[in-house]
């Protein structure tokens, strides 16, 4: 952006927008019922998401709090820090992304697709396991509602919800199973998901690596425009937490 950002991402001049730390507006919001929170700091139950939030500019006593929620070593994914880590962190990590949010999609309802549930995320892991589309974990379907197509009973693509900052939904898990690519499932699948968003009052985002220009070209194409740019990160904790006076 041409006003630059801060460490944290949030622009220089004017009021942070939400989306800026979407993490920290969804845990303190709608997913306040999620939130392990120590301090400042808060994050989503392991299980659940890798998602975690420090303040907009987090001070010697957040990092502190941080190493204790992590533990000892523990590796702590950073998403959308862009800053430093303080002596005794360790970056392990880090990939530039990109964040997009809905500028006309056409969104619209998926007569094939279905609601999964609970007892889908079996073939959900083994469908992300296979795809790769970004972190997906048991209990990551509690976050919002997921959508999915099947072909002969076997589920081969999907889509859902993640972070719910207020106003917002993310988004998140799109993938296909690569023997049915080039259908336009995934396409399918984030309209009838905007569709459900949008139904709701909210607006469509989602985030991206910034190398995945195939992705970016789909959402820009779909409607989506790019809002800022990102990062995602993570960074190893102190073998040794010092307690901050």
């Known amino acids: 952006m041409s006003h630059g ?3 944290a991402g949030t622009p220089r001049t ?10 920290l507006a969804s845990l303190t919001g709608p997913h306040a019922h999620f939130a392990e929170r120590r301090g400042r700091v808060v994050r989503y139950p392991l ?4 998602w975690l939030a420090l303040p907009d500019e987090p001070d010697a006593d957040d990092w502190a709090d941080l190493a204790a929620l992590a533990g000892p070593g523990a590796e702590v994914p950073l ?13 392990t990590a880090r990939i530039d992304g990109v964040q997009l949010v809905d500028d006309g999609v056409a969104a619209a309802p998926e007569p094939e697709a279905v609601r999964l549930g609970s007892a889908d995320v079996p073939e959900m ?3 992300v396991e296979r795809t790769r589309p970004g972190p997906f974990l048991p209990r ?15 589920l081969v693509a999907m ?11 993310e988004i998140s898990a799109v993938c296909t199973d690569p023997a049915f690519r080039g259908e336009g ?3 399918r699948l984030i309209h009838a998901v905007a569709y459900s968003i949008r139904e709701r009052g909210e607006t469509p985002f989602l985030h991206t690596a910034a190398g995945n220009t195939g992705a970016i070209r789909l959402y820009e194409s779909l409607g989506f425009r790019l809002r800022r740019r990102t990062a995602f990160a993570a960074a190893r904790a102190p073998e040794r937490l010092v307690a901050v006076p």
């Open 159 to 169: 889509a859902g919800e993640r972070l719910h900052p207020p106003g917002w939904t």
């Open 47 to 50: 299980d659940v998401s890798p």
């Open 14 to 23: 004017g009021i942070p927008h939400i989306l800026d730390n979407p993490a």
């Open 79 to 91: 998403p959308g820090y862009r800053g430093e880590v303080p002596d005794g962190w360790e970056i």
């Open 5 to 7: 950002t801060t460490s």
């Open 185 to 187: 499932l995934a396409t």
């Open 125 to 127: 892991l083994d469908l």
């Open 140 to 154: 990551t379907i509690e976050m919002g509602s997921y959508l999915g197509i099947r072909r002969d009973g076997a």
